[in-house]
T-cell receptor
């Protein structure tokens, strides 16, 4: 099955700096890559996603890049704010398998005011 | 529109007891799934369903049972609870569109097995 690895496991940045979280996947058939944010004690919520036919996608301060050849994708958060502090999960899925998502182990991001 | 509703939010069981975690969604999503979340291990897929009457195993199915008799409901049954099943459980539903396959999660159920 698919194996998703995520790094780093913890990340601290100063407010206003950028944060980058990286994930690799093993199955070249995976074609959908979402990122979820989970605040303490809350449910995970989608913040951005990308399909394999796109190399980059941006939504205000967050962006995701995908390198299909190398089988890795990254989350970029610019101008970080304290409210960005949370655990972030990457995931991989194949759209033709219905609902099987394979998640990374998570990155705990702390933005220091 | 309540989204995905899970009950109970908290539960303590003794080893060997059985219980059912309830999950219901009101978004008419065809796909539903159960994940468990353990520290340092992310979210791991237990079972999933692509529609009423259809279920399949995920990464960690042992010790759990599911059924999908309606589009709305997807209960997760623990047959004989073990301490290794202490975890936070999330139910999720989704519908694939050309743009996204977003998972909508319930609030989670924290289960402790003594």
């Amino acid at each position: 099955g698919e194996n998703v690895e995520q790094h780093p496991s913890t990340l601290s940045v100063q407010e206003g700096d950028s944060a980058v979280i990286k994930c690799t996947y093993s199955d070249s058939a995976s074609n959908y890559f979402p990122w979820y944010k989970q605040e303490l004690g809350k449910r995970p919520q989608l913040i951005i996603d990308i399909r394999s036919n796109v190399g980059e996608k941006k939504d205000q301060r967050i962006a995701v890049t995908l390198n299909k050849t190398a089988k890795h994708f990254s989350l970029h958060i610019t101008e970080t704010q304290p409210e960005d502090s949370a655990v972030y999960f990457c995931a991989a899925s194949m759209t033709n398998t219905g609902n099987q998502f394979y998640f990374g182990t998570g990155t705990s991001l702390t933005v220091i005011p | 529109n309540a989204g995905v509703t899970q009950t109970p939010k908290f539960q303590v069981l003794k080893t060997g007891q059985s219980m059912t975690l309830q999950c219901a969604q009101d978004m008419n999503h065809e796909y539903m799934s159960w994940y468990r979340q353990d520290p340092g291990m992310g979210l791991r897929l237990i079972h999933y369903s692509v529609g009423a009457g259809i279920t399949d195993q995920g990464e960690v199915p042992n010790g759990y049972n599911v059924s999908r008799s309606t589009t709305e409901d997807f209960p997760l049954r623990l047959l004989s609870a073990a301490p290794s099943q202490t975890s936070v459980y999330f139910c999720a539903s989704s519908r694939w569109t050309p743009n996204t396959g977003e998972l909508f999660f319930g609030e989670g159920s924290r289960l402790t097995v003594l």
